[in-house]
């Protein structure tokens, strides 16, 4: 078995015996890389030559028995993510050259912890999307059909890790971005709790739902990918001032007497037979675990999509109000005065999905329909998130599909945006509600294409979903497979 292959608690029991070096660990994920990137293209800008010097200090430390949470690891980044004198586009025209001068939180406590940094992941621009097509950088391709999407919007991240690009990565989960590509490409994506994780030198797109989290290859990595990131920030105005646990101390336990919710409104007519398949067989294990599964309701499910697409393109509009191309990005050359040069730079410099979008905000927030639009799904967002209040009274975790397909191919969705909006039909509601939401693989379709599961828990119980899913990882006894990167 190759480096790249392994996971961060394997690679960290090499490097303290000295069986191996962050050096080649970090050449074997670089040679991965070489072989496959020109086919999945999950990177937009890869850092190697700053990855290779922070793995030589990484095995300087490690000989002085200086040793982080990641020392010598190497883990890759959304570009949604600012990083100090390297360029950060959330792959959008508009940034297309954008420098930032500064890290953001996470990207320092990666750094403290002795990460290896080995690039900056592709994404859906602006993360508006659910399939890494509308990247202005060219689409991402799912390692295991490079015929089929990655997920999105952090596509690159999720495709980067499952074909051993990296041995980890972080990206953000606005409406599913974490989860729904981590189930399209057999990882396991935590978003944890808005608030949990600081939001500093994160690109907006939609300040109320965005959130950082971490993709890995099993639960006990994201354990400690979770250790390092989340925490208060008194930079972020909506960090959380919450105590931290250490969530490697969840791995391991039981799951014996806790109650399951199984939401009704979460099995619906269009479901893929073989994800509803692979779901309940994951209800089965769960009950073999000691488990007790019941029904439960959360009745405005059904508008949860109209919702998130008011509420997002709402705060959307008004973050991207920003990119006028007078202060950084990108600027249209051709304007003849200063209105002329806005319009052109942002026509030019923002892609069809954000023009969409921000043109759905606009309205949504204009004279005379704020009320009708914005403020109406601001009330029945309150609900959502009540009626999952109200279900976790009665159980510890809720189940639920990740996605309602497995990956679809590419091109296949770009033309009907409605169509396209549904593949987060099962993951936005969460972001809405502000809860913490865990996706794991499940099993596969029968054209080998991964399947996931959703695991659900209340604010702040990021180490209640890691105790659910490692007792589930070691229940099911799932094949191992790993993508092979063909299919062109």
């Given at each position: 078995m190759e480096l790249y292959e392994l996971t961060i608690h394997e690679l960290q029991d090499k490097l303290r015996t000295g069986e191996t070096s962050s050096a080649e660990i970090t050449a074997s994920v670089f040679g991965r890389i070489d072989a496959v990137e020109k086919d999945v293209h999950a990177y937009i800008?890869?850092?190697?030559?700053?990855?290779?010097?922070?793995?030589?200090?990484?095995?300087?430390?490690?000989?002085?028995?200086?040793?982080?949470?990641?020392?010598?690891?190497?883990?890759?980044?959304?570009?949604?993510?600012?990083?100090?004198?390297?360029r950060t586009t959330c792959g959008?025209?508009?940034?297309?050259?954008?420098?930032?001068?500064?890290?953001?939180?996470?990207?320092?406590?990666?750094?403290?912890?002795?990460?290896?940094?080995?690039?900056?992941?592709?994404?859906?621009?602006?993360?508006?999307?659910?399939?890494?097509?509308?990247?202005f950088f060219g689409a991402t391709r799912n390692p295991w059909d490079l015929t089929r999407i990655p997920g999105g919007s952090s596509g690159g991240s999720s495709a980067a890790l499952a074909a051993g690009e990296c041995i980890a990565s972080l990206g953000s989960d606005t409406g599913g971005s974490i989860r729904q590509p981590a189930a399209l490409c057999g990882v396991v994506g935590l978003k944890p709790t808005y608030g949990r994780v600081s939001r500093f030198g994160l690109i907006a797109f939609a300040s109320s739902l965005d959130q950082i989290g971490p993709f890995t290859k099993d639960v006990e990595d994201c354990a400690i990918l979770m250790n390092v990131i989340a925490g208060y920030d008194p930079r972020e105005s909506t960090?959380?001032?919450?105590?931290?646990?250490?969530?490697?101390?969840?791995?391991?336990?039981?799951?014996?007497?806790?109650?399951?919710?199984?939401?009704k409104e979460y099995f619906i007519d269009g479901i893929d037979p073989e994800v509803e398949a692979a779901v309940r067989e994951t209800i089965k294990v769960v009950e073999k675990a000691g488990a007790k599964c019941i029904e439960v309701s959360l009745p405005h499910t059904e508008y949860c999509l109209a919702v998130y697409y008011i509420v997002a393109p709402a705060e959307a509009c008004s973050n991207l109000a920003r990119y006028d191309g007078v202060k950084y990005g990108f600027r249209s050359e051709e304007g003849r005065d200063l209105m002329e040069m806005y319009k052109k730079s942002r026509a030019s410099g923002f892609g069809a999905e954000v023009k969409r979008r921000i043109m759905i905000g606009t309205y949504a927030l204009s004279s005379g329909y704020y009320d009708?639009?914005?403020?109406?799904?601001?009330?029945?967002?309150?609900?959502?998130?009540?009626?999952?209040?109200?279900?976790?009274?009665?159980?510890?975790?809720?189940?639920t599909p990740t996605t309602p397909t497995p990956a679809f191919?590419?091109?296949?969705?770009?033309?009907?945006?409605?169509?396209?909006?549904?593949?987060?039909?099962?993951?936005?509601?969460?972001?809405?509600?502000g809860i913490p939401g865990i996706s794991v693989p499940c099993?596969?379709?029968?054209?080998?294409?991964?399947?996931?599961?959703?695991?659900?828990?209340?604010?702040?119980?990021?180490?209640?979903?890691?105790?659910?899913?490692?007792?589930?990882?070691?229940?099911a006894h799932l094949e191992k497979r790993r993508p092979r990167c063909h299919g062109i």
């Open positions: 800008t890869l850092m190697r030559e700053t990855a290779l010097a922070e793995a030589t200090r990484a095995d300087e430390a490690i000989r002085k028995g200086e040793i982080g949470a990641l020392t010598g690891i190497p883990i890759a980044l959304k570009d949604i993510c600012c990083t100090k004198g390297v959008s025209r508009i940034l297309h050259n954008f420098i930032p001068p500064y890290d953001a939180t996470v990207v320092e406590k990666l750094r403290a912890a002795g990460a290896v940094l080995t690039g900056k992941t592709n994404m859906d621009e602006f993360a508006m999307g659910s399939s890494t097509e509308s990247s960090s959380v001032p919450e105590e931290v646990p250490d969530y490697r101390q969840f791995l391991g336990r039981g799951i014996e007497g806790w109650t399951v919710g199984i939401p009708a639009y914005y403020k109406k799904a601001s009330q029945v967002r309150a609900l959502i998130k009540r009626d999952f209040d109200e279900a976790f009274a009665k159980c510890d975790v809720i189940l191919r590419i091109g296949e969705k770009t033309g009907d945006p409605m169509q396209m909006y549904l593949s987060d039909i099962f993951t936005i509601s969460t972001n809405l509600a099993g596969f379709t029968a054209a080998g294409l991964p399947i996931g599961v959703q695991f659900l828990a209340g604010h702040f119980q990021e180490g209640r979903l890691i105790q659910f899913a490692s007792a589930y990882e070691k229940e």
